[in-house]
């Protein structure tokens, strides 16, 4: 294929998938699922005809692609707000990751036509919640505000935790009288703890750079962070930890640091990771012969729903019993265990190995992951208002000071939610334009004249001065504080 048509050809599926992902957004369809149909549309089996069955391929794809949205995850999370849930997240991506894992290879051993080894490889596949689809999911849900930090903080921290499971049971099928337990256990900490090391220790540096980086290089700062994201993977990866990890804790880091180039950072990474979840989610979809799937359709959805109705809901309950969670939070909690391309993506771990199931493993998880992302993608913030979780509106108040109609500014204001993403912050981390200011800040029955180190809170109101001409950029970094959390 010549130069002039490649581009045609990525220009044409980066075109289809804005109209697609604008689609999704309409219909409530969860935007991997539409981007899987397309990949699977172009495959062999569809009408693109397109041959590839290059698993090696796909995982490469697929890890760099967890990289970025991982680390663009991180980049628009802030430390602040995640400490309130650092335990019991931690908790849910350790010892609910294993729960999980364990009880999914059970519903599996009877299900399919595996060895237990196999069987419980496949629930470690499936183990891990995922970070793109659980971010999209909650920047349009209005989920109380400690829940979706807790959903958010695990799907960034499971996925090491999943893979170290996924890697060493895999070496354990392929070499069984050479590996046992302990060598698995022993790859568990190594990949833990090399990958929280690595992940503190550039997370800091990188903290410390972006704080005192110069005006004269502002233009580098995206370059700057994804050359950032790049070394936390790679030397967390090379030492033998995860990478995974060490990328989304350099991220949190970035994110939480007071900067003038954060609301740059976001936007640019933002893009990359949409652009990562096209590449991704497409060569999925190119790697899946739909004709494959009806034989494990009808055990598929019943995988499926032990996922959904007892392993996920049980390794809530057993990673949460210390904690302070109602009954009915920890049922949201299990509700919200989206899966995605995490678990697609250590499928195509499995098809790349030597286990002798791994095809039935692979179609398997796909179907698992397109059910779990279509019945609870579509359905949590339904689910979370029967269960009286959903963030109450702030209130409305009057605007205490007015601008002249002859006046080239405007006064606009935000109302503050409790789950949404500048909710917490400083007034200096709020990635304004630069021609805009907050005037005022009204808070109850007090008008605040904002400082550089306020804190915005749940039920305030943030009047901001712009002119006429920028109101475009401030709807964009209202888009933005929208976000939920």
């Known amino acids: 294929m010549d130069e002039g048509l490649l581009l045609l050809v990525v220009g044409g599926i980066l075109a289809g998938s804005i109209v697609v992902a604008l689609g999704a957004a309409r219909t409530g369809l969860p935007v991997l699922v539409a981007f899987l149909a397309i990949g699977m549309l172009l495959g062999s089996d569809g009408p693109g005809g397109i041959e590839f069955d290059d698993a090696e391929l796909a995982r490469e794809v697929g890890i760099i692609g967890l990289a970025l949205i991982l680390y663009e995850g991180g980049l628009q999370t802030s430390w602040r707000r995640l400490r309130e849930v650092a335990v019991p997240a931690a908790l849910l991506s350790t010892v609910g990751v294993v729960v999980s894992a364990l009880l999914v290879g059970v519903a599996a051993y009877m299900l399919f036509d595996l060895t237990w080894l196999e069987s419980v490889l496949l629930g470690a596949v499936v183990s891990s ?25 695990e799907s960034g921290g499971n996925d090491p935790m999943a893979i170290a499971l996924t890697l060493g049971l895999i070496a354990w099928i392929e070499q069984p009288d050479d590996y046992g337990m302990d060598d698995l256990l022993l790859l568990v900490v190594q990949q833990l703890g090399l990958g929280l090391v690595v992940g503190v220790a550039l997370g800091a540096l990188a903290s410390w750079v972006f704080g005192r980086l110069p005006g004269s290089i502002g233009a580098f700062a995206p370059v700057a962070s994804l050359a950032a994201a790049a070394l936390a993977f790679g030397i967390a990866d090379v030492l033998g930890g995860s990478g995974f990890l060490a990328v989304y804790l350099v991220g949190l880091a970035v994110g939480s640091t007071p900067s003038r180039y954060r609301r740059h950072l976001v936007s640019f990474h ?22 494959d799937l009806p034989d494990v359709a009808v055990p598929g959805l019943a995988l499926a729903l032990a996922l959904m109705l007892v392993a996920r809901p049980g390794s809530v309950w057993a990673s949460t019993l210390a904690s302070d969670f109602t009954n009915r939070e920890r049922l949201l909690l299990g509700w919200a265990g989206l899966r995605g391309a995490v678990p697609i993506v250590l499928a195509t771990f499995v098809l790349s190995s030597e286990v002798a199931s791994k095809e039935t493993i692979f179609n398997a998880v796909f179907f698992v992951v397109v059910v779990s992302a279509v019945v609870q993608g579509t359905t949590l913030e339904r689910v979370a208002g029967r269960l009286g979780l959903l963030a109450p509106a702030p209130r409305v108040h009057e605007a205490p000071l007015e601008v002249g109609p002859l006046s080239k500014l405007e006064l606009v204001d935000f109302a503050v939610a409790g789950d949404h993403a500048v909710n917490g912050s400083a007034v200096r981390e709020l990635g304004l334009p630069r021609s805009a200011l907050i005037a005022v800040i009204n808070r109850g029955d007090e008008t605040i004249p904002p400082r550089g180190s306020t804190v915005v809170e749940a039920g305030d109101r943030l009047f901001v001065l712009i002119p006429h001409s920028k109101r475009a950029d401030l709807e964009d970094v209202f888009s933005r504080w929208r976000r939920r959390v």
Do not use: N
């Open 270 to 291: 933002e893009g990359l990771a949409f652009a990562a979840q096209v590449a991704l989610f497409i060569v999925l979809g190119l790697l899946v012969f739909p004709s």
């Open 129 to 153: 919640t995922d970070a793109a689809a659980v971010f999209a999911t909650l920047r349009f849900t209005h989920i109380r505000r400690r829940l979706a930090r807790t959903l958010e903080a």
